[in-house]
């Protein structure tokens, strides 16, 4: 008993030391949102695309991370788009709020085949803050420290780079974030300077004649402070009806890449659009001591594709146009 909570308090301090170094990615951008991991995709599709994402994680324990989070992009003219992200993430104390501004431009390498080269690119403030007047008095130590007085904030400034290849129904996209380093800021001076963390997706639609894809896709995280590093391994199956509505149903499964064959999350998911809106939902389990203190993670994600108009350009066209006029992903 006692193991276990020693290893559920490193692991929560672990989460909330790490969390300026990258937002919490769960399953977001399976839900028609790959804005989410990267800036290339801003302006594919034939919409304004606006999501709406709120995450709470490990339900069932105190104070366990709550995110909420904006995404748009929409399409410039006919080979380039723009994208804004907004952000609030709480983990026990610490606080993180901040916004993104995103553009993309995109390139056709070969007409025939159908190939497309995107690049982006991502301005980054994000604001870090240590909720001092949530501090509580405990047993072991009845006076808050007299030193830890004013506002524990800091601000940063960053910025995200990217690019995406397709080819057909293949995509492979490529994004490093806060690729600038960081002063040592007032909290610790073990605080590591770097924040670079490397973002890997790639995946494949397999379409069929009535109307349904399967949609096999990978995501890969790497931190390169520490060389800790995640995969994903997901699956879509998506239906379409004659108004080019649709639903779909998958599952994710999450390891570290030093544990291959033991799962870190696992987990359905499910979502639909009607006309111009858009819901999903995805759940995880975390396969480890902390499985018997919690509920799993929640995240929920609703959408309004807006402003619906064809591209001039193949580069920025949304990949089901055989079947419609439907965004990217």
């Known amino acids: 008993m006692k193991k276990t909570l020693k290893y559920l308090l490193i692991l929560i301090v672990t989460q909330s030391y790490g ?121 072991e130590n009845p006076i808050i420290d007299p030193f830890v007085t004013d506002d524990r904030s800091t601000v940063n400034h960053n910025f995200d780079i990217g690019a995406l290849y397709r080819i057909k129904d293949f995509w492979l996209s490529a994004n490093a974030n806060n690729i600038l380093s960081k002063d040592i800021d007032l909290f610790s001076a073990i605080e590591p300077t770097s924040l670079l963390n490397l973002q890997f997706y790639s995946g494949y639609t397999i379409k069929s004649l009535s109307n349904s894809e399967f949609e096999p896709s990978v995501f890969v995280q790497v931190f390169t402070s520490d060389g800790r590093s995640s995969t994903d391994l997901n699956f879509k199956y998506k239906k379409y009806n004659r108004d080019n509505d649709f639903y779909w149903i998958g599952a994710s499964y999450r390891f570290l890449n030093d544990q291959v064959m033991q799962p870190l999350n696992i987990g359905p998911m499910a979502g639909f659009k009607k006309s111009f809106f858009y819901v999903a939902y995805a759940y995880q389990v975390t396969l480890n001591d902390l499985t018997g203190y919690n509920s799993g993670t929640h995240a929920v994600t609703i959408g309004f594709d807006l402003l619906q108009s064809l591209s001039d350009c193949p580069c920025t066209k949304g990949k089901n146009n055989g079947m419609g006029n439907r965004l990217y992903q």
């Open 19 to 139: 969390q300026e170094l990258n937002l919490p990615v769960f399953t977001q951008y399976l839900a028609d949102n790959d804005f989410v991991v990267s800036p290339t995709f801003a302006g594919i599709g034939n919409n304004f695309r606006v999501r709406l994402n709120g995450l709470s994680q490990w339900v069932g324990i105190k104070n366990a991370p709550q995110n909420q989070a904006l995404y748009a992009d929409i399409r410039i003219a006919s080979r380039s788009g723009a994208g804004i992200s907004a952000y609030n993430d709480r983990n026990g104390n610490t606080q993180q709020k901040g916004i993104k501004f995103s553009f993309a431009h995109h390139l056709i390498l070969d007409y025939t085949s159908e190939q497309y080269l995107s690049l982006g690119i991502t301005y980054n403030i994000n604001m870090f803050r240590i909720a001092i007047e949530d501090f509580n008095t405990t047993y």
